[in-house]
């Protein structure tokens, strides 16, 4: 199981999710209680071994920016929220970037196609919100079979195992579910999300 631990804003909370063998770390760089800076990315990515894969999180910016601002930031991925275009993909990587194309539970099965992007992420409807949703409809998805996606919106060390399973998911995204209030991140719940995530027996 692929876990992403999102909006990351201290060396501490980094440091945590690395120890507790996540795989990628976000960073959001749009507006949001969890933002941080290019120049705060830029220093954390001091705690990131090269085994874990830091992003950059976008909303509504255009690509070209986001782009531009993950560049600064000294970042090679980019989850871009909001309404995008397959030409948008194709600009990450003419840029020589990765890309998460991030959508949302209410997709139409066109925007859940593969656009070509080198992850898929499914969230609740607003992201960041920490609201749960029904993870089992997205096991029926036709466009998901056989696909590496990332499942996110309301998990938690609690919920991840059988969300996961009920959705198929190949991997996981959580920020609201490891924290002890809006942004500040909860060192031992990210611990418990990793490792409950990680093991077999809950996934
Ligand atoms: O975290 C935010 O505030 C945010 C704002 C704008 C775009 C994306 C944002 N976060 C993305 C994520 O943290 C994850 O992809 C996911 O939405 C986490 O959801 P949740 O675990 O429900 O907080």
Request: aromatic residues 14%.
């Given at each position: 199981m692929f876990v992403k631990v999102c909006g990351l804003s201290t060396p501490e909370s980094v440091r945590e999710a690395v120890d507790s063998g996540a795989d990628a770390v976000g960073f959001v760089l749009t507006a949001s209680p969890r933002v941080v800076s290019p120049g705060q990315v830029s220093s954390l990515l001091a705690e990131v071994p090269g085994r874990v894969t830091p992003i950059g999180v976008f909303r509504h910016e255009p690509v070209a920016d986001a782009v531009a601002i993950a560049r600064a930031a000294g970042l090679e991925w980019v989850q871009l929220h909001g309404a995008r275009t397959r030409e948008d993909i194709a600009t990450v990587h003419d840029a020589g970037m990765k890309v998460i194309r991030a959508v949302t539970m209410d997709a139409t099965r066109h925007e859940i196609e593969d656009w070509g992007e080198d992850l898929l992420l499914i969230d609740a409807a607003v992201p960041g919100s920490g609201e749960t949703w029904d993870?089992?409809?997205?096991?029926?998805?036709p466009e998901l079979q056989g696909r590496k996606w990332l499942l996110a919106g309301g998990l938690d060390p609690e919920n991840v195992g059988q969300a996961a399973a009920s959705a198929q998911a190949w991997g996981v995204d959580v920020s609201s579910g490891v924290e002890a209030s809006r942004g500040v991140k909860d060192l031992a719940k990210i611990r418990a999300f990793v490792h409950a995530a990680k093991s077999d027996a809950t996934v």
């Open positions: 993870y089992a409809a997205m096991a029926e998805v």
